[in-house]
């Protein structure tokens, strides 16, 4: 069983440029995690998707961020403009329901100079 | 809100040496608990969970009880390996009905190396 892709796995733009994250999640898994991991800390939740809806977005910065998964299942993560701050490496994640263990993919590393 | 706090790392220690990660947590009613690994350049695995209290997770040699009157999901290994250098990190998920439910809340990570 293929497990959850994700690309690219490094990215380094410049502040005040925009950068996409793409997530393939495991075959048949209808929720779908996006986590940020600033080095030195444990992963935060940023949203969780049921299917194509947004179950939680409480942790995401709007003004700056978003997240789409139009037909359920692969997704995209965006942040324009980027800042210093968002340095981190973007985990996505996904599980066949809420309740079931969650499984990460390798994760893409941004660096924002 | 939920939290949960790990030991202050690094961790070094001879091969066959024993093991023990602290790992205490606050969350509402009865969570579920994680240990997750991350081996160097690779993503996030679960290593064994607990969900309700005295439950004793186990995988590869590692254990972790549920322990609700101590609020606390240590991890135990008696004997590691060099091949067990990676970040362990504890995570817990809030019940079932609750806001939290699904959605893991991690510590901040334990980085453990082990020495030949």
């Known amino acids: 069983e293929a497990g959850v892709a994700q690309s690219p796995r490094y990215k380094i733009i410049e502040k005040r440029q925009s950068v996409a994250f793409w997530c393939n999640p495991i075959?048949?898994?209808?929720?779908l995690y996006w986590y940020q991991q600033i080095l030195g800390q444990g992963p935060k939740l940023l949203i969780q998707f049921q299917n194509n809806g947004v179950v939680d977005d409480s942790q995401l910065p709007k003004d700056r961020f978003s997240a789409e998964r139009l037909k359920g299942v692969d997704s995209t993560l965006k942040i324009q403009p980027a800042k210093l701050e968002d340095s981190a490496v973007y985990l996505c994640a996904s599980s066949f329901t809420s309740a079931e263990t969650q499984y990460f993919g390798p994760g893409t590393r941004l660096l924002v100079l | 809100g939920d939290s949960v706090t790990q030991m202050e790392g690094p961790v070094t220690l001879s091969e066959e040496a024993f093991l023990t990660i602290n790992c205490t947590y606050t969350a509402t009613g009865y969570p579920s608990l994680f240990w997750y690994v991350q081996y160097p350049g690779e993503g996030l695995q679960l290593l064994l969970k607990?969900?309700?209290?005295?439950d004793k997770g186990s995988n590869k040699g590692f254990e972790a009880t549920y322990r609700k009157e101590t609020t606390s999901f240590h991890l135990e290994k008696g004997s590691v390996q060099v091949s067990d250098s990676a970040v362990y990190f504890c995570?817990?998920?809030?019940?079932?009905?609750?806001?939290?439910?699904?959605?893991?809340?991690f510590g901040q990570g334990t980085i453990l190396t082990v020495h030949p």
């Open positions: 607990a969900t309700k209290a005295d």
């Open positions: 075959s048949g898994h209808a929720t």
């Open positions: 995570a817990l998920s809030g019940p079932a009905g609750g806001t939290s439910y699904g959605k893991l809340t």
